[in-house]
């Protein structure tokens, strides 16, 4: 029979690959997307005569619960929130309600709507913030850094308090950071391939930067989402790391993206005190070793390759 899939978030760079995954699969695909004065479907554009969209928001309980109820969801992948760690300094309270108190809204919804459903919850390698043990792996203690890492534990305990409490098939995947060509703009990878492309071009002269000795264990979206099904595929719900187990700093990346138009980064890059943070998480690095064993994962796509990849599609664009 055919599997029913309700993602939240399925505009966003998760969603839009999570999506083809699941219709690749067979499976019939329900997007919950909020209202906008211009709804801007920039990345399932191409999806969109293939999936069901429904009207809702995750401040909205009851958009939630008809959203459960019209699409009599098999999996439930939450990837919705307000994900933009530096803004949510500026929203906080706006980010604790979506990507902390929506996780539970969620959950209510398929507790009572279809409690036999299985749950996915993005979580995020930002609730290990300053970090307590390196690598990071299932069992390493929280010390999130903004109001963003907060939410995240909010709603990271709310899906396993959820599944203690009731027998649900819930599940949190604590992904580290995952990027490609439909990531959002404002995001480092993101910006800088956007950058270079505009310099290389003669749009622009130079790009300014926050902290550039940031680190971060970056892998491809792409991969990632497969991680997200193969989580609700086990027998038992368990909460799995997800990424890479290598570390780069932003300069790295710099350099890379720069280099890959035949440019050198330090000609172009200055230093911007409006894209630092209040605080910092300096050293993120995954241990996907359970990721590996129990769902058999791996990531494909190495860090060069992702940033050429990155790059190459904006040279196109
Ligand atoms: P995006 O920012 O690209 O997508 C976020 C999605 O959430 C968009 O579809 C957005 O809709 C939607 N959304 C925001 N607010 C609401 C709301 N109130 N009600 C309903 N929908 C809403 O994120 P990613 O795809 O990169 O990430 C997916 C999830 O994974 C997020 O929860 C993120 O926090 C988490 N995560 C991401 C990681 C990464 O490296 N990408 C790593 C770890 C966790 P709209 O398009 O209308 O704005
Ligand atoms: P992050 O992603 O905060 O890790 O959250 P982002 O790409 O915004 O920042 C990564 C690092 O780069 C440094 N940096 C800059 N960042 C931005 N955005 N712009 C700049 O100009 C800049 N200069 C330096 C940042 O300080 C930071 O250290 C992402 C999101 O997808 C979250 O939703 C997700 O949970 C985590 O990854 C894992």
């Known amino acids: 029979m055919t599997k029913s899939a309700l993602i939240t978030g399925i505009t966003g760079q998760d969603g839009s690959y999570l999506t083809e995954v699941l219709l690749e699969k067979g499976y019939t695909v329900h997007g919950l ?107 390493t203690p929280f010390y999130p850094r903004s109001p963003y890492g907060v939410s995240k534990a909010y709603g990271h305990y709310a899906t396993v308090n959820y599944r203690e409490s009731f027998n649900l098939y819930a599940c949190s995947g604590i992904l580290f950071n995952h990027e490609s060509p439909r990531r959002g ?42 991680a997200m099904w193969k989580m609700l595929q086990q027998e038992t719900p368990e909460d799995f790391v997800v990424g890479t187990g290598e570390t780069h700093s932003v300069k790295e990346f710099l350099e890379l993206a720069f280099g890959h138009v035949g440019l050198n980064w330090q000609d172009y890059v200055v230093e911007d005190s409006e894209f630092m943070r209040p605080t910092e998480v300096d050293l993120l690095l995954s241990d996907p070793s359970k990721a590996k064993e129990k769902l058999d994962w791996t990531p494909k796509v190495s860090f060069p390759d992702l940033v050429a990849m990155m790059v190459d599609s904006e040279m196109k664009a």
């Not at 554009?45 to 009851?62: C, K």
């Not at 492309?197 to 264990?217: P, V, Y």
Request: aromatic letters at 8%; proline letters at 3%; hydrophobic letters at 40%.
């Open 33 to 139: 997307v909020q209202r906008s004065a211009n709804y801007q479907y920039e990345n399932i554009e191409h999806l969109l005569p293939d999936i069901h969209v429904i009207t809702g928001d995750l401040a909205d309980f009851s958009s939630l619960v008809r959203a459960v109820k019209q699409s009599a969801p098999d999996e439930i992948y939450n990837l919705a929130a307000q994900s933009f760690v530096k803004a949510s300094w500026d929203i906080p309270e706006l980010t604790g309600d979506i990507t902390g108190v929506g996780v539970c809204r969620m959950l209510e919804a398929m507790h009572l709507e279809a409690p036999e459903a299985r749950f996915y919850q993005a979580s995020s390698s930002e609730m290990f913030g300053k970090v307590l043990e390196t690598p990071q792996n299932e069992n």
């Open 185 to 226: 703009r404002e995001f480092v990878t993101r910006k800088i391939a956007i950058g270079v492309s505009r310099i290389k071009k003669g749009l622009d002269t130079q790009l300014k930067m926050g902290n550039i000795d940031a680190k971060r264990d970056w892998g491809f979206a792409g991969d990632y989402v497969v």
